[in-house]
């Protein structure tokens, strides 16, 4: 598999012989107004502009959005992604919305979907703790598995907690791809996880291969690459935590 770190969320993953792009987020730089109540006020989202093109981004075969926050799927990707292409979603209420702006091939993650002879396993994610939940709605993550490549997870947008632990459990994954920015408002707590939830990760899956996406590129970031890179120099777990810079490629 080859996975390519775009920029926040967004993700492009080639495996067993098919490409997916998760969670598009697709504006150029400074398009949105930044998130109230938080950090970075005087500074528009996305803070960042993608590092390749978008018509290289939607040559794809497959589409995975875990949830509808702007971040995960945005005006710009409802314009410039095909109406016909596949569009894989967490649930009832989100096909809803994915098929009122004109997508006609709109399809509901379970534990047992199948693409093209790839098996996508939706997972369970929490955006937050506590009330800020009553905010953040629900969202997904997925797991990929096909005898020809290693079993990837990718956890969305989510802290750690129970429901992480017994997916990692369960399956076993070998590369596992988590949202640790630790976004976050002026109250509330972390929406997605920090660095020590990244330890968690780590703790309970230390053979895995582990990803840090979602960084920097939405005003509400609380935890940049180099403090995390810092702390897991600390806990000496560089070779087992990956910290990509937008555009980078990792091969499994």
Not at 29 to 36: A, C, D, N, R
Not at 74 to 95: G, H, R, S, T, W
Not at 190 to 202: A, H, N, Q, R, T
Request: some cysteine; overall charge negative; hydrophobic content about 40%.
């Amino acid at each position: 598999m080859n996975i390519q770190q775009i920029r926040n969320a967004t993700v492009v993953i080639e495996y067993a012989g098919k490409s997916f792009l998760i969670d598009p987020l697709l504006a150029n730089k400074g398009i949105y107004p930044p998130y109230p109540n938080s950090l970075r006020q005087d500074q528009n989202n996305p803070l960042v502009a993608l590092p390749t093109s978008i018509d290289q981004l939607i040559n794809v075969d497959a589409v995975i959005v875990t949830h509808l926050h702007i971040d995960h799927f945005d005006e710009v990707a409802k314009e410039v992604l095909p109406k016909a292409i596949k569009m894989f979603v967490q649930n009832k209420e989100d096909a809803l919305e994915v098929k009122n702006a004109g997508f006609t091939n709109v399809e509901i993650l379970q534990e047992d979907t199948v693409f093209e002879g790839i098996q996508l396993m939706k997972t369970v994610g929490q955006h937050g703790r506590g009330k800020i939940l009553e905010i953040t709605g629900q969202v997904c993550g997925v797991i990929f598995h096909h005898p020809s490549e290693k079993k990837l997870y990718i956890a969305g947008d989510t802290v750690w907690y129970g429901g992480v632990q017994h997916v990692l459990e369960k399956n076993k994954p070998d590369i596992i791809i988590v949202n640790g920015g630790d976004n976050q408002f002026l109250q509330g707590g972390s929406l997605i996880m920090g660095k020590e939830d990244i330890y968690e990760v780590y703790l309970a899956a230390p053979n895995a291969k582990i990803i840090v996406s979602h960084m920097e590129a939405i005003n509400h970031w609380a935890l940049s690459r180099k403090e995390l890179r810092s702390f897991l120099n600390e806990k000496e777990i560089t070779d087992y935590v990956l910290v990509p810079e937008d555009g980078e490629n990792y091969k499994f």
